[in-house]
């Protein structure tokens, strides 16, 4: 089965610094799909981006940018000049295509940005 | 459009009581999933249903735990008689059809269940 490994449970920063939340994945399916997701402090989830297995070009979104590299197995997020709005629990996640609504989330990196 | 909608937003309940979840998706979502999120456990998919039929329950974590589907609008979660053990907030989440080649799930704001 998939699994997400979030190694990083809690980074602090101080604003305007640059910060990268690790994401390494495991799965035997050859088409997959990645999730990042953002919890704030209200508690609600936040859809932030999807990636196909197919799709190794990163992408970049104002501030926020992903590094997917399948050699790695890894999905990385950086968030550059944070800012303390970016506060919050951020979920990587993965869902294989033989089964692509079983999606495993990992166990969640919290951030806080202090000012 | 609205995004998914769950109600209550908060239950406080004592075990031993049922306590109904309630779930909205998103119109023309196909795909419809309850999450259990704990500390200890994280995200964990309970159940997920395609065009109102439960497809995988394999996450339900006992036989206390039911998810009902009527309706391409409706979908709860029952838990008879709840326990203490059951206090997590429980995410609704919808997505499309799969021939939209969109797999995205797109989340509710969560129930917060507190059981006494």
């Known amino acids: 089965a998939q699994k997400v490994t979030q190694a990083q449970t809690e980074i602090s920063v101080v604003e305007k610094e640059d910060v990268t939340l690790d994401c390494v994945y495991e799965?035997?399916?050859?088409?997959?799909?990645l999730f990042w997701y953002k919890q704030p402090p209200s508690g609600e989830l936040v859809f932030l981006i999807r990636r196909n297995s197919f799709d190794e070009q990163n992408e970049i979104s104002g501030r926020y940018s992903w590094n997917f590299q399948k050699s790695t197995s890894s999905f990385n997020f950086t968030i550059t000049a944070s800012q303390v709005v970016d506060s919050a629990v951020y979920f990587c996640a993965l869902s294989e295509a033989y089964n692509n609504n079983d999606m495993r989330f990992g166990a969640g990196t919290r951030l806080t940005v202090k000012p | 459009d609205a995004g998914v909608i769950q109600s209550p937003r908060h239950e406080v309940t004592e075990m031993g009581q049922e306590v109904t979840l309630r779930c909205k998706p998103i119109?023309?979502?196909?795909?419809l999933f309850w999450y259990r999120q704990t500390m200890m456990r994280g995200l964990e998919l309970l159940i997920y249903?395609?065009?109102?039929?439960?497809?995988?329950d394999s996450g339900m974590p006992e036989d206390r735990f039911s998810a009902k589907m009527p309706n391409a609008s409706f979908s709860t979660l029952k838990i008879q008689p709840s326990e203490p053990r059951d206090s997590a907030v429980y995410f609704c989440?919808?997505?499309?059809?799969?021939?939209?080649?969109?797999?995205?799930?797109?989340f509710g704001p969560g129930t917060r269940l507190l059981v006494l």
């Open positions: 989440a919808s997505s499309p059809d799969l021939t939209t080649k969109d797999e995205t799930q797109y």
């Open positions: 119109s023309g979502h196909d795909y």
């Open positions: 799965t035997r399916d050859t088409t997959y799909y």
């Open positions: 249903f395609n065009n109102n039929v439960p497809i995988d």
